[in-house]
């Protein structure tokens, strides 16, 4: 189970990263599912903040430095290194700053809005003492016209070139690691900083371990002292959600020995997130079904096991499905995802989700009303519309019935709560109706004699219900005279109440044949008319009548 949990875990949060937002997809350095910022459209400018930013990228992603180095404002004093200051620029970019370009402003005149008429802000980069220096793009504008021309990035950008640089990639492992490690490698992370990574995967797993047997023993200890065993079972549940928490918490520090690059960092910090957040709900998920056990075995405890069976597993599907849904909320977020906007377009779009999920909604509130209503529970013989069987699973869309075929039968709760619905698990006696017929050649002593046997030998029994038995003559049908016998018997075990019915029957047909009666059968009388006019002469027979010309 556990297995199965984390790999559907990492399944989803693979899915999630490939249907990431551009904002993310864009931290990781992944191709965009919209259009490049080469392919934008015709109204941004070249000489805009956008476009300059965009050729800049793309002469530096073809290392021509020369080129890239046009789209910086450097000092004179600086020209014979204008090649290296781009590449520097370009890596610095890579490593501590994740830019969209889509937010630049694609207009000539630049963002106008922010207060800063002669330049654009695209981003802040953290010096090693904690100061943050802006990356500006300026406007330079040509000399006899005063309009712009092209966008670069300011001198002052340009001096904080150097000692960004110097900073970046833990500059005290530059003189103890070889050249060969200090080398950018994919995603702009450097070949020591994967290296640290797949060192420090086993390290946080032990790290994990460690602190999860040393916690839970400590832990152990003082709930072996209580008088409860709500916790020892809570402590043991909680196992796999407490390491994956204690691993995903060791994670972070990790992260900030390494020094990552921005981009590759906020992913991973995301990604970390998100397995706090798993270990949480699975965490839940646990104590969920550790409550719904407890819950279950304290209701046999008390006899009401049956109800027990109905409607713990029902109210724990459904905190389960609040908690999923809850749960792909905050994914969704931790991605990226504007929630509040899917939320407010839910909202909007109301109608049609009703209108989609207007059987689900149905059958969802049909569970709910068969349970407040207590209409029937698992284990109860039920006969709802054409369907007659054991109840066998209430779920939060359909009911399953065993019929006597053997045969399941699956009823939408939405329809079922529609349905007539007789439970013959809520009865508290069983009813035994049937009619004697007897032939006409009984007297009036005899029926006394026979009904009064009859009354006596139900009375007689055991679990007959005494306060209602009726013996009685109730009509003179075509070929018997009827007598209908009505009396309940206290017990609610079908099985049980066969036996008594057999036996009930056995005793009537013995008092029926000591009393000198005997069961009629359907009889008419036939009139043979013979010729010459005589007399017609009545013959028993049990054929259609027969006139003789």
Do not use: C
Request: glycine share 8%; proline share 5%; aromatic share 8%.
């Amino acid at each position: 189970m556990r297995v199965r949990l984390i790999i559907s875990a990492a399944l989803g949060f693979l899915a999630a990263g490939l249907s990431l937002p551009q904002q993310a997809r864009a931290q990781l350095g992944l191709p965009s599912r919209t259009p490049s910022a080469d392919s934008a459209p015709s109204s941004v400018s070249p000489a805009s903040p956008r476009g300059a930013l965009q050729s800049f990228l793309r002469l530096a992603e073809a290392r021509d430095w020369v080129g890239a180095a046009q789209y910086l404002s450097i000092p004179t004093a600086e020209r014979a290194r204008a090649a290296t200051l781009a590449r520097r620029l370009k890596t610095i970019l890579d490593q501590r700053l994740a830019i969209d370009v889509r937010a630049v402003s694609g207009a000539v005149s630049g963002d106008t809005t922010d207060g800063d008429v002669g330049g654009d802000r695209i981003g802040v980069i953290t010096s090693a003492n904690g100061r943050e220096d802006p990356v500006r793009m300026v406007r330079l504008s040509a000399p006899s016209s005063g309009g712009p021309v092209r966008w670069v990035f300011s001198q002052a950008t340009v001096g904080f070139i150097d000692g960004w640089f110097g900073n970046l990639g833990a500059p005290w492992l530059r003189e103890r690691l070889p050249q060969t490690l200090m080398r950018v490698g994919p995603f702009n992370v450097y070949y020591w900083q994967w290296i640290g990574l797949g060192l420090a995967i086993p390290l946080v797993l032990l790290v994990a371990w460690g602190l999860g047997a040393v916690l839970r023993n400590l832990l152990g200890r003082i709930a072996r002292h209580t008088v409860t065993d709500w916790d020892d079972l809570l402590l043991e549940h909680l196992r796999g959600p407490f390491r994956l928490l204690a691993a995903s918490l060791a994670i972070g520090p990790s992260l900030s020995l390494l020094e990552l690059n921005t981009r590759v960092d906020g992913v991973l910090t995301s990604f970390t997130r998100g397995l706090v957040l798993l270990s949480i709900f699975w965490g839940l998920l646990r104590i969920i079904r550790l409550a719904q056990d407890r819950v279950a075995n304290a209701a046999w405890a008390t006899g009401q096991g049956t109800q027990a069976r109905t409607l713990v597993p029902l109210l724990g599907n459904f905190l389960r499905v609040t908690l999923a849904i809850i749960a792909m909320l905050v994914a969704l977020a931790q991605f990226g995802y504007p929630v509040g906007t899917l939320l407010a377009g839910l909202g909007i779009g109301g109608i049609a989700v009703a209108l989609a999920a207007q059987k689900t909604v149905e059958h969802l509130f049909g569970s709910v009303s068969l349970a407040a209503d207590n209409a029937f529970r698992v284990g109860d013989w039920v006969r709802a519309g054409a369907s007659e069987g054991a109840v066998e699973r209430i779920g939060l869309r359909s009911t399953s019935i065993r019929t006597v075929d053997r045969t399941v039968v699956r009823i939408p709760n939405g329809r079922l709560a529609d349905e007539r619905i007789e439970t013959f698990g809520e009865r508290d006696r069983i009813v035994l109706s049937t009619d004697i017929d007897l032939t006409y050649t009984t007297t009036p002593e005899q029926l006394d004699r026979i009904r009064d046997a009859l009354e006596a030998a139900l009375r007689a029994h055991p679990m007959v219900f005494a306060d209602i038995v009726r013996v009685h003559v109730v009509g003179f049908t075509d070929s018997a005279i009827r007598i209908n016998v009505v009396s309940w018997f206290l017990t609610t075990d079908w099985q049980e109440f066969l036996r008594i019915r057999h036996d009930m029957l056995i005793t009537f047909m013995r008092i029926i044949r000591d009393n000198g009666s005997s069961f009629a059968f359907p009889t008419r009388t036939v009139y043979h008319v013979q010729a010459g006019g005589t007399t017609p002469v009545p013959s028993l027979d049990a054929s259609a009548p027969v006139t003789d010309a």
